[in-house]
């Protein structure tokens, strides 16, 4: 009974490293941060937002954008810097976007710092 109880609490365990792991590497649970520039691609099918997230205390500012795809109303992040306080960005052609010397293809590609 012990060693059932033991093995039960280390996969429990194991499974919650791992989710903890998963959810700290993912763009999808970034704090939401003050809207501070938009951006839409050259064709109006994309409008890109930064937003400037609080340090608090301890941390530091940071940036996260958003894209958004106008026909579908659908939103994701793709791009987390932390140490920076503002955006400069420009519309490479109708899909890639530069952010920060970040180049970014709005369909596919995200930037986090945490995983450089």
């Known amino acids: 009974m012990v060693k059932k ?3 039960l609490n280390c996969f429990f365990a194991v499974m919650i490293l791992i989710s903890t792991f998963f959810t700290a590497c993912s763009l999808e649970y970034l ?3 003050e809207l501070i520039d938009t951006t839409a691609s050259p064709n109006n099918e994309y409008v890109v937002n930064a937003y400037l997230c609080s340090g608090n205390a301890t941390t530091d500012f940071s940036i996260r954008c958003e894209v958004v795809d106008l026909k579908t ?15 400069s960005w420009y519309w490479k052609s109708q899909d890639v976007i530069v952010i920060n010397n970040i180049e970014l293809n709005v369909l596919t590609d995200e930037y986090d710092w945490r995983n450089y």
């Open 5 to 7: 109880f033991f093995t």
């Open 73 to 87: 109303n659908k939103s994701r992040n793709i791009y987390w810097n932390y140490h920076q306080e503002d955006v």
């Open 31 to 33: 704090p939401h941060g």
